[in-house]
T-cell receptor, first 114, second 114 residues
Framework: GQQLNQSPQSMFIQEGEDVSMNCTSSSIFNTWLWYKQDPGEGPVLLIALYKAGELTSNGRLTAQFGITRKDSFLNISASIPSDVGIYFCAGLGAGGTSYGKLTFGQGTILTVHP | GAVVSQHPSWVICKSGTSVKIECRSLDFQATTMFWYRQFPKQSLMLMATSNEGSKATYEQGVEKDKFLINHASLTLSTLTVTSAHPEDSSFYIC??????????FGPGTRLLVL
């Protein structure tokens, strides 16, 4: 099925560094969501974006919804070891048979070295 | 955020047996829940949409007779893997709509079929 193009696939950074990852899509989504998944756990919602151009922060996390509604980025500032995990972007289908369905990116594996 | 629970968190069964997984929204009502499957180091793949009071809708390639879904109430959806085989071993995750179209995920159920 359709997937969002998420990059990078993996990142190895030092504690304290900033991180940036992004997603692009050939389709428009009305809502973009960013999740973090720890091993053996379900994804946890980090940030939800509802308006094109919207910039939203959640602590050290900042995400923006692209103007064209086909892309989004997530920034993590001053990374800490507990930021380790897999980050997924997801686009939310708005109507018809796609209502409520999430299309996921491939994920970004983040490793933070102390 | 909204809380979604799953039970059991892990299950080991013999080939040919059936396994039921429960998904509950604990602090909100969900007319729609979703079931996903995730293989190691891969993204989440949507299996089916569970609708309260009506039949589930399945994604292409997902056998409805193999993966039975029952959405018995506004807070409970169940997924039954019938006649399980080793290739059904995977991480099964449910999600539910909360307000403002954000989806919250359960902690997942790891199934191992011997």
């Amino acid at each position: 099925g359709q997937q969002l193009n998420q990059s990078p696939q993996s990142m190895f950074i030092q504690e304290g560094e900033d991180v940036s990852m992004n997603c692009t899509s050939s389709s428009i989504f009305n809502t973009w969501l960013w999740y973090k998944q720890d091993p053996g756990e379900g994804p946890v919602l980090l940030i939800a974006l509802y308006k094109a151009g919207e910039l939203t922060s959640n602590g050290r996390l900042t995400a923006q919804f692209g103007i064209t509604r086909k892309d989004s980025f997530l920034n993590i500032s001053a990374s800490i070891p507990s930021d380790v995990g897999i980050y997924f972007c997801a686009g939310l289908g708005a109507g018809g048979t796609s209502y409520g369905k999430l299309t996921f990116g491939q994920g970004t594996i983040l490793t933070v070295h102390p | 955020g909204a809380v979604v629970s799953q039970h059991p968190s892990w299950v080991i069964c013999k080939s040919g047996t059936s396994v039921k997984i429960e998904c509950r929204s604990l602090d909100f009502q969900a007319t729609t829940m979703f079931w996903y499957r995730q293989f190691p180091k891969q993204s989440l793949m949507l299996m089916a949409t569970s609708n309260e009071g009506s039949k589930a809708t399945y994604e292409q390639g997902v056998e409805k007779d193999k993966f039975l879904i029952n959405h018995a109430s506004l807070t409970l959806s169940t997924l039954t893997v019938t006649s399980a085989h080793p290739e059904d071993s995977s991480f099964y995750i449910c999600s539910a709509f909360s307000d403002r179209f954000s989806q919250y995920f359960g902690p997942g159920t790891r199934l191992l079929v011997l």
